[in-house]
Structure formats: C-alpha cells, structure tokens
C-alpha cells in the first residue's frame, strides 16, 4: 500500500502530460493560466479572512465567549452538555484553528476518552467551519446575498453538536 502511496502522485501528473501531449495542448500555458486564476481568487478570499480572523480574536479575548457559556448553561444542561465543550459549540461554526485549539485544550487537560474528549472528536467531525465556509465560497465568487445558506447551515452545526453530545452519551 505504501507503494501505491508513493507512486500515485508522479503516475497521475505523467498521465496528465502524456493526455496534454496527445490533445496536443500547452500544457504550461494552461498551468500559468491556472495559477494566476487562483492568485486572482486568494486576493479576492483574503479580506472576508482577516475580518474574519480579528473578529474571532477580539470574540475570545474580550470576555464575550465565556458570557455566553455562562449565559446558556441552563441550556446546555438540558441535553448534558459538559462546560467545558460549550466554547467548542461556539467556535467551531466561526473557525477551524480556534475549534482545534479548544479540542487540544479538552485533550490535555481532560483526556480524549474523557466524556468531553469523545463529545469534541465527534463535534469536529459533524460539523463545519460555518462563516468560514461561506466568507471563503461565497466571497470568491462574488455572491453579497447568502440567502437561506447561513440558517441551513447553522441549523446543520446544531444538529451536528447535539447529537455528538447523544452518540458520545450512548457509546
């Protein structure tokens, strides 16, 4: 297995050039054009980042992130939420790095058998990176209006953290 790894990515390009050969396209043409259409696009994709980014910074060290959590642990408590994986509810749908970092937190400090390490493993993998998906997506090609995307998407994450918290209840 550790061949077919290690060979696929050099067969998959000789297969390309031999295609482009064939087709007799330029292929470097093609390469040039494709890396400056994603220039083009990384330029148009990185002020929704850094807003993005400053936002999320200022939500966690303002306070702000902790008021909620205090705010909605009647909440929370309903469904057996543990304190501890209610930041991760929070951050996760806004950024990927800071959901990592709270999950890295609940791992060395709780364990990640703990009950709050399985609720986060499988908070990660049921849910995404909402407002990040959308800056990133919807910023690239322009769209100003999202429509019913942002409700959807959230309404998923939701659905998302509270059966992770049933599933990590069951098993």
């Known amino acids: 297995m550790e061949i077919v790894s290690m060979y696929s990515v050099p067969f998959f390009i000789f297969i390309f050039l031999i295609f482009g050969f064939v087709k007799k396209v330029d292929i470097y043409d093609c390469f040039v ?15 929704s980042l850094i807003g993005l980014m ?7 060290e303002s306070g702000c992130l902790e008021l909620i ?3 909605i642990s009647p909440v929370t408590n309903l469904i057996h ?5 209610v930041p991760l509810s929070f951050l996760r749908p806004i950024s990927g790095s800071a959901a990592l ?12 058998d703990s009950m709050q390490g399985k609720i986060a493993s499988i908070m990660m993998g049921s849910t995404e990176t909402t407002f990040y998906t ?38």
């Open 134 to 171: 959308i800056a990133v997506y919807f910023g690239s090609v322009g769209i100003k209006n999202i429509r019913y995307t942002l409700f959807a998407a959230l309404s998923a994450d939701l659905c998302g953290m509270v059966m992770s918290v049933l599933l990590a209840q069951i098993f």
């Open 54 to 60: 400053v936002a999320i910074a200022m939500f966690r």
């Open 81 to 85: 939420m543990p304190p501890e994986v």
């Open 33 to 47: 054009s494709g890396a400056k259409m994603g220039l083009e696009s990384t330029f148009n994709i990185v002020p």
């Open 101 to 112: 970092a709270t999950v890295t937190d609940i791992f060395e400090h709780l364990g990640p």
């Open 69 to 71: 959590t205090n705010a």
